[in-house]
């Protein structure tokens, strides 16, 4: 039974990260695109924004712990119970992380999780690549599809990164205008801030049907 429940919810946790993603995309490129909109509301829709962007968070969290805790039920890595226990605590102690980073991002405390999270995420996505090329975990009998999905999920973790990386001059840009108003020039740069993440999105998207594709075929 606990194995046909992680999985319903491995299932249900993706639909949940796609439909947040969506919303997240769309009410971004309303904002992005609304110059003729007060900055005020303009303002309150981003931080809007922000807080749904929560939820792909969420989302890419509970896919690894549920993914870890499904992968030793099945007995496709080592440990069975003791490895799916860990790895639902390491989840729920991501979790709460997570949230953390969020509550406290306009602080100086917050600043410095954030670049913990950050960092952490990059050691995840070098473990995720370990474990998927046989650098790590070599002598389990792990099969081809369950690396392939490891290293696909890296994939997502890193289009993430970059999606951050592409927002770094929407943000930038958005203070100035905050503090100066908005011009036909700082529009400009957020308008085309929102179609080169939007790339990142798609590649991260493209990512994640890869994913699903491996876990429906199951290729040798």
Not at 174 to 181: I, R, S
């Amino acid at each position: 039974m606990l194995l046909q429940i992680l999985l319903v919810a491995h299932i249900a946790v993706l639909g949940y990260w796609l439909g947040s993603e969506l919303v997240i995309n769309s009410t971004y490129r309303y904002v992005c695109n609304g110059s003729n909109i007060p900055f005020v509301e303009r303002s309150r829709l981003m931080e809007h924004v922000m807080h749904v962007d929560q939820h792909v968070r969420y989302a890419l969290v509970l896919q690894a712990g549920l993914g870890f805790s499904l992968a030793a039920l099945y007995g496709l890595i080592p440990g069975a119970y003791t490895t799916a226990a860990i790895a639902a605590v390491l989840c729920v102690l991501w979790l709460i992380f997570v949230e953390a980073v969020h509550q406290l991002r306009h602080t100086r405390l917050g600043a410095r999780l954030a670049a913990i999270d950050r960092g952490s995420r990059y050691l995840f996505m070098a473990l995720l690549l370990c474990l998927a090329t046989g650098l790590l975990g070599g002598g389990w009998d792990m099969p081809a599809w369950l690396r392939w999905k490891l290293a696909l999920y890296a994939g997502v973790m890193a289009s993430g990164v970059g999606i951050r990386l592409a927002l770094i001059a929407h943000f930038r840009t958005w203070k100035v205008m905050a503090q100066e108003g908005p011009s036909d020039a700082n529009n400009a740069i957020i308008r085309r801030t929102y179609v080169k993440a939007t790339s990142v999105l798609c590649m991260l998207w493209l990512f994640i049907a890869a994913i699903v594709l491996v876990s429906v075929f199951k290729p040798t």
